[in-house]
């Protein structure tokens, strides 16, 4: 009955603008005695026992106390490099719930049953994308209980989760709401909602996150950023389980309580909150098939192959993304690490991947790059030190700064500098035994550098040397020329970036200077990236692993005949073991 | 005895079950958790079950008047061994490992199979019949089997050949040799003789003992014990230090090596190898204090040359921290795994 009016007005708002007001305000849709859809009324849980608080103490000054604090004011020693900051208790603000927009959540000390017991669930899988860790395996299921005892009764402070007379409970009755099945329809349904609810101002026309991302805050006056909707393994509601759309389902029910996400119950209908979900769901990135990534339990993250491979062209290298070539390409999911072994130190690093493809003919190597960057920052202030400086005595944050000079407080605050692209890749790399890999960021020495490929927002392509962990860079103004940015463009919170360099040969190029690109051998690669708005900047910077390119060769004619060679060759044993057989039945030796 | 078997036959014929429902991915492979640092045992306590549950089934099937063959026991169990060596093991091992496991416990089964003349025979029986191929079924099979064999190796050995990206095996020096003395910030430390100057009792002595005392409690958890909270301010001595040493950890290591010193920090999935788990026994609680010393004021670049492949991106902590923040970071660390630091003696 709801979700036929709902769905009518549904229907009149895609037909005109001005009737989605009037639709959705009169098909504003509440169930009995005034709840909105999809939510029952629930009793506030009994206080834990005195010994529950007291065994949590201890749980919580071995291991939440350096990043909450004493009281619980989310201002433990390790805050002030954080962002987002560890939540502060005192007001009972929590993020990821079940209850309605401005609840308490769920928590009860006697109860960790799914979906009806937030706070658990919060400290059981952790807060994805920030610092905050699972901690099954680590705390048991009573350590968990006993710590959030301690928490919710002594930390919370400016309310009390047993009183009667200011605290109520609406609870989502998420168990008893059968998922809607992800059809075409259903998203695109979600798709013209996410507008019409103006899902996109905050969250980026492509869901990026890149909407109104600068100007908003938290309860507490720290810099916040809208979720990225294609990388679901970062929703802190995820729940380790990034592709199931009833997380989605829930935090759009509930609304983020601290942050300007609201809760949407009141405006859309169940049926509504379920497409919506399940677009935002399909934007989540997924593999070549449709499939969602496989994600490696141990972090939490899309596993990684270390393989960047690169195929085989003829002719150009097509600059156009949507090529046969590139769409056919295998992409794979570089994961990007602060840099903080040299000063600036890159505490807070907002790139935490990129996405690599990569094709090759007989004289160049193209990697396209992509990676989501909410911002797109061009220099305004001129970099304090050349980019070549690799040893900066700099003075950094200092580390008890208390919220005013804190990371979080500061974030967005910086000079803007340019986004950048960095592939470094080793030199002389076949000097190295195969899986050898030169040392550290830098490069090894002056025997073993490393070669320095970077591009800025500017659309400057500069080629360095890199000769040692702690050695300045050289500046290659005479390679230069070799390279060329087939693409440099920023959409809707996302860089595509291209670009070309030579694979090198000993009449052209310089073997001691160049990496030499050869088919069928890993080449060690590394990847830096910079956020201009971040501050990023020289060697504040985001920094991947090494990887290997691994340029595929065509396939050579042996692999189609030797196989059949071989399988005649079986045969011909076959029938030898089988004539020696009959023989020796018959009473004949061979 | 007949119980005994049937409550083995119980646990094989569960445990297959769940190895089948990991291997076609109904059942999540960390159901049952593989606890770090207790894997192996774990692993091996697991197979030995398995192998209990195989005597029972094996025993219950012959009770029942349908006796396995013993061709078929012993191909099963090595297909079992592989199968558990590639599904449940997390994280996953490269293939050229499970390659040598395989061969062994190939010879193991061989040996068991080949154990006396007429269990051999057992074994070679079915192979025999399909050879000589006396009864019509045994006539299709050999058929059968002419026209697979060429195929299925004419197919593995074109697998073999295509050209393909696997990523290249790495091996890692773990613990590689120290230095007889290292210099930090211009003064020189010789590692069997230097002392923690914050491993000291309320009075300011160095005192093992007492430190020993204080350091959280092994078990899950790892939590302190109830009366030695390092954030009590009336401590004095060894937890005052602990305190301190904590938030030089949470404002500079934890990025990398976890909130709960684990090695799972919130930047340590982009590195390879993730950094160093200290909840692990193989890692400080194996090692003298002095040598973590080393190891933290130096970083990934004081490795020495045979410290191959060099892939530890580990800052030389010199560089930003102070000799006595270092120290404090090490008690730190010993405090919060629970775990002593090696003596020399």
């Known amino acids: ?590 | 005895m007949k119980a005994l078997m049937s409550l083995g036959a119980l646990v094989g014929a569960m445990g297959l079950l769940l190895l089948a429902g990991m291997i076609f991915d109904v059942v999540p492979s960390n159901t049952v958790r593989l606890v770090e640092g207790y894997m192996p045992m774990q692993m091996l306590i697991e197979v030995a079950c398995y192998v209990a549950g195989f005597t029972g089934l094996s025993f219950m099937l012959s009770a029942m008047g349908m006796p396995m063959p013993r061709f078929w026991q012993g191909i099963g169990f090595w297909l079992f061994f592989m199968l558990y060596l590639k599904f449940r093991v997390y994280p996953p091992i490269p293939f050229s490992v499970r390659a040598m496991y395989g061969t062994v416990s190939m010879v193991a089964v061989f040996m068991w199979i080949s154990a006396s003349e007429e269990d051999w025979k057992k074994f070679k029986q079915p192979i025999m019949n399909v050879l000589d191929a006396q009864t019509g079924m045994n006539k299709m099979m050999r058929y059968l089997y002419l026209v697979l064999i060429p195929i299925l190796v004419g197919g593995f050995s074109y697998n073999a050949m295509v050209p393909k990206s696997e990523e290249p095996v790495e091996l890692r020096t773990v613990h590689p040799a120290p230095p007889a003395s290292t210099k930090v910030h211009g003064k020189t430390y010789v590692l069997q003789t230097s002392q923690s100057p914050y491993r000291v009792n309320p009075e300011g002595k160095y005192d093992q003992e007492y430190s020993n005392a204080n350091i959280v409690e092994q078990g899950m958890g790892r939590l302190m014990k109830p009366n030695a909270n390092p954030w009590d301010d009336k401590n004095q001595g060894y937890l005052k230090y602990v305190r301190e040493g904590g938030e030089i950890f949470f404002q500079n290591c934890h990025f990398c090596h976890g909130d709960n010193l684990n090695g799972r920090g919130l930047h340590a999935f982009a590195f390879n190898p993730i950094p160093a788990n200290f909840t692990d026994p193989g890692t400080i609680a194996q090692l003298q204090e002095t040598f973590i010393f080393w190891r933290v004021s130096k970083g990934g670049i004081g490795l020495p040359n045979e410290g191959f492949p060099w892939a530890s991106v580990m800052p030389p902590w010199e560089q930003h921290l102070t000799v006595d923040e270092i120290w404090k970071v090490i008690l730190f660390e010993y405090w919060h795994t629970g775990y002593y630091p090696r003596t020399w003696d």
């Open chain 1, 1 to 590: 009955m709801m979700n036929s009016v709902t769905r009518k007005a549904g229907f009149g708002a895609v037909t005109a603008f001005g009737v989605i007001l009037i639709a959705t305000n009169a098909g504003t849709v509440f169930a009995q005695g005034g709840l909105p859809e999809g939510f029952k009324k629930g009793e506030l849980a009994a206080e834990p026992s005195a010994e529950m608080i007291e065994a949590g103490k201890r749980v919580y000054f071995t291991k939440c106390v350096w990043c909450h604090g004493v009281d619980g004011a989310g201002d433990g020693p390790g805050a002030d490099r954080l962002w987002p900051r560890p939540r502060n208790f005192n007001q009972g603000t929590f993020k990821i719930r079940h209850t309605a927009s401005g609840e308490l959540p769920l928590f009860d000390a006697k109860k960790p049953v799914a979906g009806q017991n937030d706070l658990f669930e919060t400290v059981t899988h952790g807060l994805p994308g920030s610092a905050m860790p699972p901690w099954e395996g680590i705390l048991s299921e009573e350590q968990r209980l006993q710590v959030l005892s301690f928490v919710t009764t002594q930390l919370v402070k400016d309310r009390k989760f047993t009183d009667k007379q200011s605290e109520s409970q609406t609870i989502l009755n998420l168990a008893e709401l059968k998922p809607k099945a992800a059809s075409e329809e259903s998203k695109k349904r979600g798709s013209e909602l996410i507008v019409e609810k103006k899902c996109v101002e905050c969250h980026g026309m492509e869901g990026r996150g890149d909407g109104n991302a600068f100007n908003l805050k938290d309860d507490w006056g720290f810099s916040i950023q809208p979720a990225n909707w294609h990388k679901c393994w970062n929703f802190r509601g995820s729940r380790q389980d990034p592709y199931n759309v009833s997380n989605i389902f829930r935090t759009f029910s509930t609304g983020v309580n601290g942050t300007p996400m609201p809760s949407f119950a009141d405006n859309t209908s169940v049926d509504e909150r379920w497409d919506i979900a399940n677009f935002v769901n399909s934007l989540c990135e997924r593999d070549a098939e449709g499939k969602p990534l496989p994600i490696d339990p141990l972090s939490d993250k899309p596993k990684i192959n270390f393989v960047i491979p690169s195929d085989p062209v003829e002719g150009e290298i097509p600059a156009d993304i949507e090529h046969e070539a590139w769409q056919k390409a295998p992409k794979r999911y570089v994961a990007m690490g602060g840099q903080i072994t040299h000063k600036p130190r890159n505490f807070v690093n907002r790139i935490d991947d990129i996405w690599v493809r990569s094709l090759y003919n007989d004289k160049h190597i193209v990697y396209l790059v992509e990676w989501d960057d909410r911002t797109k920052s061009v220099a305004e202030a001129k970099l304090p030190w050349a980019p070549t400086q690799v040893n900066i005595d700099i003075k950094e944050q200092e580390p008890k700064t208390g919220e005013e000079g804190s990371i979080a407080s500061n974030q967005n605050k910086y000079a803007v500098y340019n986004d950048a692209i960095a592939i470094e890749t080793a030199v002389k790399w076949k000097e190295l035994p195969s899986p050898i890999k030169p040392r550290y960021l830098f490069g090894t020495n002056e025997q073993f550098p490393v070669d320095i490929v970077k591009w800025e927002a500017d659309g400057s392509v500069r080629a360095f040397l890199g000769t040692g962990w702690d050695k300045d860079f050289v500046e290659r103004d005479t390679y230069e020329e070799n390279l060329k940015v087939l693409k440099g463009e920023w959409k809707n919170g996302r860089w595509y970036v291209m670009i070309q360099r030579p694979v090198g040969n000993k009449k052209d190029q310089d073997y001691d200077e160049d990496t030499f690109f050869e088919v069928g051998q890993y080449i060690p690669t590394v990847f830096f990236a910079w956020d201009g708005h971040n501050g990023d900047a020289g060697r504040k910077m985001a920094v991947s692993a090494f990887y290997y390119t691994f340029m595929n060769p065509p396939i050579p004619q042996e692999t189609y005949i030797y196989p059949v060679v071989i399988a005649f060759g079986v045969v011909l044993l076959e029938g030898w073991i089988l004539t020696r057989r009959a023989n020796r039945k018959k009473g004949k030796t061979l």
